[in-house]
């Protein structure tokens, strides 16, 4: 026989056996399709009986490996579960004594691509999904609804141990969530593919994004170190200047430009579908004549957006152009962004202390603006203190229904940012938003119930109490505004007051005496408590009580803070880098400060030049006793645009030789410290004499330490005065490259010290 009848007829042979494949998968799909819509002879399903198994695993769509995938999790978890290993056989080599659980799709089944569909009827069971993560999602619905698994964290799960595992009544279960990508802000998901995936979230933070162009991509499609010097034009006008914190939206250059820059990175990640096309983070946007004609035209700043971001998708039917509707952008603009631009609408500004259509009514409107054009939303949600991760944020009660909120108005994706590193209730939180993205209409009490007496066992009740307790002290506050960049001191007349604090304390200390034989459980209790811990800290270096204020002792919970922390891997204090180390060094060495004689302690000052909102403007700032910490919100006086200049009259004269005054830096909300700051002497308050000046020993830079405080000190010969002035000179203005380039700058001074 010639080679080429012998292939001839081994193709023949294969695609008779691929037919027989197809016709007995779409026999099967007809049977459970009939069986699924009749009446079950047995509501009982016992998969496996005294160690012995009664099914066999069943996976579908064998010319590829994901059903195989979804059906190998489920062999594992009911091996886990009773110790018997089920069979994991293709369609053609199931067995015809045992029952069966099928796991996969039939072209013959209508459903929707992200659809999760579980069956039972006479003894068999079929688990289905529209896509191939729809069937996982279906696999681990079934493990965890219907056998009672449950994955608290990484490497933290419950399963159930029986050597019988029986369902006891039949189940016809369907789900389509309509959040369809769901992504939580945790390395929690992002450092363990296997937990995002039973928690249902995405294991990246962009999903199907370019990695270079994912949120505020100007300055990346046309950076200022390359473009600005040569071309100006291509960048903001601002007042008679050209600025580049964003671009200029009708610049026809501009849009070339960045429409090649597209082109190239998506020929660069071909198998990516989506490029974000958005502003850099802050609202000084074009005000040039062309596009302060058509924001006028529209009504709104995205309007100039919207049209650039269209020209640009146009281009690229094929794909998705991702823009943000934020801060100055947030309003609809009357042109409907074409069907292929994802629109990220962003809730930064949003009050937390409860839902968003009760506390942040013009975003609330905004969405429902959009909602009304498009039907491609993306939400920017934001659930975390990112000026203080480990504080506590009594916001628990907002996350339901402001997702639901958000699943009512078109939005098909959300991203929660959480604080990506562990901040407070860490594992909590992210387990409780995975659950609302999922189905945003679960019972919320019974999930943290659930969570908390399966992480912290014995101990998971009292922090239960603690959580009740703070939200209830919030909600007797209603118009605090519980802000994403706030501070603990904010709220030290409120949820945090010294009483409430001690209560708080108690609910860890019965915690950890109910686990104290269980280090590893022990372990998770000591971290759940550091919010607690950090919130006393803070109370101390504002010396709020008799219990909480700076003393030797306050040395011991730095240094258990610090050691917590380090045993459990926490390194950041904050998004801007202020790690733990820093804190608890700089914590330390203000109670140096704090402990030492100081002349100036309780002294009236006289404020020479006018502070802006912070520390209630009070002069007496600067010699109250209580410290300033690594936010602005923590007992600093704010002058903004202007110099610090203060007299503090110590009462009579006394031998001076050293002034200390402490600056903070936080350089991405416009803080700098002082580019020096000048000491002055008088004995009659009248004429004064130049003491010394003190340089910043950091100039400011593109490198400068985002988070920092900074002690401007000064040795002088021992002089007999009554009255000091302290002049600390201001940038005046955020310099050309930074994000608020034009607008005024801020120095933020504490405590003066004098001896």
Known sequence: MKLGVLNECY???????????????????????????????????????????????????????????????????LQKISGSKLSLVD????????????????????????????????????????SNEAIRNGVYEFLEVYLG???????????????????????????????????????????????????KVTSEPFPYYVPSARVHTFNRFIPEDKFYKSNPEYFALRGNTRLPTQLCLTNAEVLEIVKDSVKSLFKKHSELSVISVSSNDNTQFCECGNCKEIDNEEGSNAGTMIRFVNSIAQSFPEKTISTLAYQYTRKPSKTKPLKNVLITLCSIECDRSGAITDKCTDFANDLKGWSALTKNIRIWDYTTQFTNFLAPFPNFNTLQPNIQFFRDNNTKWVFEQHSNNP??????????????????????????????????????????????????????????????????????????????????????????????????????????????????????????????????????????????????????????????????NAYLKSIQVALQPNLATGKKVKLITKPRKYS??????????????????????????????????????????????????????????????????????????????????????KKSKVNDIQYFNLNIHPSELQFVKIKAENHINAPYWHHAAGLPSWIFADEVIIN
């Not at 026999?27 to 819509?37: D, E, Q, T, Y």
């Not at 369809?180 to 450092?191: A, E």
């Not at 994403?484 to 409430?500: C, E, I, K, V």
């Not at 050293?658 to 004995?683: E, R």
Request: proline share 3%; with cysteine; net charge neutral.
């Open 11 to 77: 193709l023949t042979r294969m695609n008779l056996k691929n037919n027989m494949i197809k016709i007995k998968r779409l026999l099967i799909g007809l049977v459970l399709i009939h069986l699924m819509n009749s009446c079950s002879k047995s509501n009982s399903f016992k998969l496996v009986e005294n160690g012995d198994p009664n099914y066999e695993i069943v996976f579908l769509d064998s010319v590829t490996s994901h059903s195989f995938k979804s059906a190998e999790i489920l062999q594992n978890y």
């Open 91 to 130: 369609e053609d080599s199931q067995s015809s004594t045992k029952h069966k659980i099928y796991v996969g799709n039939f072209s013959t089944i209508n459903i929707d691509t992200h659809q999760v569909q579980i069956k039972t009827n006479n003894k068999d069971i079929m688990i289905s999904g529209g």
């Open 149 to 199: 698994c449950k994955w608290y964290a990484p490497n933290v799960e419950y399963i159930p141990k029986m050597s019988t595992i029986n369902i006891n009544n039949e189940i016809n279960y369907s789900y389509t969530p309509k959040i369809t990508t769901r992504t939580v802000h945790s390395k929690l998901f992002y450092d363990n593919k296997k937990f995002s995936e039973q928690q």
């Open 423 to 584: 901040s407070e209730l860490f594992e909590l939180r992210s387990y409780l938003m995975a659950k609302l993205l999922w189905n945003p209409d679960v019972n919320v009490n019974n999930i943290m119930t659930e969570f908390l007496n399966g992480y912290y066992h014995e101990a998971g009740s009292f922090i239960k109490s603690y959580i009740d307790l703070i939200h209830e002290e919030l909600k007797k506050h209603p118009d605090f505004f519980l802000f994403l960049y706030g501070d603990p001191s904010q709220a030290f007349d409120g949820y945090l007051s010294p009483d409430l604090l001690k209560k708080y304390l108690t609910f860890f200390n019965n915690a950890e005496k109910a686990v104290a034989k269980k280090p590893e459980i022990l372990k998770r209790v000591k971290v759940a408590r550091l919010s607690i811990d950090y919130a006393v800290l803070e109370a101390c270096r504002k010396n709020i009580s008799d219990e909480f204020t700076i003393s030797e002792k306050t040395k011991t919970l730095v240094e258990n803070f610090m050691s917590v922390c380090e045993e459990a891997n926490i390194m950041l204090m904050n998004e801007m880098g202020y790690t733990v180390s820093d804190y608890g």
């Open 616 to 701: 209630n403007e009070n002069p007496q700032t600067l010699t109250d006793g209580a410290l300033g910490g690594s936010n602005f919100y923590s007992n600093w006086l704010g002058f903004e645009g202007n110099n610090l200049e203060a007299i503090i009259n110590l009462e009579n004269k006394k031998e001076i030789k050293y002034i200390s005054t402490s600056f903070l830096q936080v350089t991405n909300h416009i803080v700098f410290f002082p580019k020096k700051v000048t000491y002055y002497g008088s004995v009659d308050g009248k004429v004064y004499s130049k003491l010394g000046e003190v340089l910043n020993e950091y100039p400011l830079s």
